[in-house]
Nanobody, 116 residues
Framework: QVQLVESGGGLAQSGGSLRLSCLASGVTFRRYRMSWFRQVPGKEREFVAT????????TYGDSVKGRFTISRDNAKNTVYLQMTSLKLEDTAVYYC?????????WGQGTQVTVSS
C-alpha cells in the first residue's frame, strides 16, 4: 500500500508563494493518479488539483485555477503543488492523495496558513 508524506507547509503572507511536496513510498509511483485536496475545520474536504498517471494531464479546482500548479517527478516518487498569489482563504490543511484501480490513499496533511 502506498504511503504518502507531505511537506512544505507553513506560514506565508498574502500574495506570497509556497511549494508543497508529497513523497510516495512502497509502490510503483507512476501508476497512480496524484491529487491535492484541502480542508478547513467544519468544512468538507475540497478538491485542489490532480495530475494523471499516464500523460500528466492536470485539472484544477476553480478557486485555485491560474494560481496553483501541480506537477510530478516519477523518478523521485514525488508530486508537487506550487502555490502562488496566496490568499487568506487558501489557509487549510493540505492533503496528498494517490489513487489507482486498487486503492485510494491519503497522507497525514500539512498545514498552510496565509496571513495578511
Amino acid at each position: 500500500q502506498v504511503q504518502l508524506v507531505e511537506s512544505g507547509g507553513g506560514l506565508a503572507q498574502s500574495g506570497g508563494s509556497l511549494r508543497l511536496s508529497c513523497l510516495a513510498s512502497g509502490v510503483t509511483f507512476r501508476r497512480y493518479r496524484m491529487s491535492w485536496f484541502r480542508q478547513v475545520p467544519g468544512k468538507e474536504r475540497e478538491f485542489v488539483a490532480t495530475i494523471s498517471s499516464t500523460d500528466s494531464h492536470t485539472t484544477y479546482g476553480d478557486s485555485v485555477k491560474g494560481r496553483f500548479t501541480i506537477s510530478r517527478d516519477n523518478a523521485k516518487n514525488t508530486v508537487y503543488l506550487q502555490m502562488t498569489s496566496l490568499k487568506l482563504e487558501d489557509t487549510a490543511v493540505y492533503y496528498c492523495n494517490a489513487r489507482d484501480i486498487w486503492e485510494d490513499s491519503w497522507g497525514q496533511g500539512t498545514q498552510v496558513t496565509v496571513s495578511s
